[in-house]
């Protein structure tokens, strides 16, 4: 909104400065903690005493989550989501399709795992809603993101899987693209879901992340640096800059809540869509691959839930005293905050030699 005062920079120069992607990322960031700090409180209570007992407890887990985590609010993504959707609306180029096809994918699955908090908390059951139908109706959220963005990259680039390290080598999917792109956002959306299951074990990660692909989006969408760099020119997703942005500031706020021992538990309404614009980012900005890397950590837990299950059912057998892979730390003794914390070193470790790839051409 506040981008479209730059073309009165004419008359007052002072304008200018919204023409800056920098500056209004920060705004973003700034607009979007504050939000969260403003009416977090708020929300706080109002869950709490909305869903009294709060985020029900899986029984065949680590027995301490029956003290640590019982009575706890669930939906906490909702703090994220407003103070994140309201700094983009304020900030971001709203003519530009690719905010528009990330916000879909974002408010979309936020949407799906609010129903499913809903469902948790009403029941007082880890079961909420369906599976197959969650899948299902990502899938058709993140297709039509996908079409989006399509529409908007043009060729040679619009249906391609590019790679990393070698500039220009890319694969043109076709129609293949968008089960593809569909596939890279459930899938991150996914995986952040099963991330979140330890006081902020999942959102510092995703600001992780989003960093990454906030500078990602920056340098792929200016085609200067692009070309210094040797990377793939997309025209138009240097906005997406200001969503990671946004993201980033809204985690922030939200870590304040979260930080152990959490007031409150984000929820499927926060890891699915925040999960999921990270997926759509890497779609848009055409970085997929790197996308596995950056966010290798929930790549991992996705994995050794995978791997539990197929284990289980062909031998009988757990490869994991627990899944997702976090829990089986837990079984093994590590204190939360040591699983915590470890985790995050890792998903640094994992971002930096994703952004690495920026460089090796």
């Not at 709490?48 to 680590?62: F, L, S, T």
């Not at 984000?266 to 997929?288: N, Q």
């Not at 197929?310 to 699983?339: C, D, N």
């Amino acid at each position: 909104m506040l981008y479209f005062l730059q073309q009165f920079g004419d008359v007052y120069p002072v304008l200018n400065v919204f023409r800056y992607l920098s500056f209004r990322t920060g705004g973003a960031i700034i607009t979007a903690l504050f939000f969260v700090f403003l009416f977090g409180p708020g929300m706080v209570n109002a869950l709490r005493v909305r869903q009294g007992k709060g985020q029900p407890i899986r029984e065949d887990g680590p027995a301490s989550h029956l003290i640590t985590k019982k009575g706890k609010p669930t939906m906490g993504g909702l703090m994220i989501l407003s103070g994140a959707i309201v700094a983009i609306l304020l900030w971001a180029d709203l003519s530009n399709i690719y905010v528009w096809a990330v916000l879909l994918v974002t408010a979309g699955f936020g949407l799906v795992g609010f129903y499913d908090d809903y469902l948790k908390v009403k029941h007082q059951s880890h079961k909420g809603f369906g599976g197959k139908q969650r899948l299902l109706i990502e899938a058709v959220i993140a297709v039509v993101a996908c079409i989006m963005i399509a529409s908007q990259t043009g060729d040679p680039y619009a249906t391609s899987l590019l790679f990393p390290f070698v500039k220009g080598l890319a694969l043109d999917l076709g129609l293949f693209f968008f089960v593809f792109g569909a596939f890279v956002i459930v899938g991150a959306g996914n995986s952040v879901n099963l991330t979140d299951g330890l006081d902020g074990l999942a959102i510092v990660p995703v600001m992780i992340a989003a960093a990454a692909f906030g500078l990602i989006a920056y340098l792929v969408g200016n085609q200067v640096y692009s070309d210094y760099l040797f990377l793939n020119f997309v025209p138009g997703t240097g906005e997406l800059s200001i969503i990671c942005g946004a993201l980033i500031g809204a985690g922030l706020g939200f870590l304040w809540f979260n930080a152990p021992p959490a007031q409150i538990i984000m929820g499927d309404t926060g890891s699915l869509a925040l999960g999921g614009a990270l997926g759509a980012i890497a779609v848009a900005t055409k970085h997929e691959i790197v996308m596995a890397i950056i966010g290798g950590l929930f790549v991992l837990e996705a994995v050794s839930v995978i791997v539990q299950v197929a284990s289980y059912r062909l031998t009988g057998k757990r490869v994991f005293r627990m899944a997702p892979i976090h829990h089986h730390f837990e079984h093994l003794g590590w204190t939360e905050s040591q699983i915590v914390i470890r985790f995050w070193i890792i998903a640094m470790v994992l971002a930096l030699i994703g952004l690495s790839s920026l460089k090796l051409r």
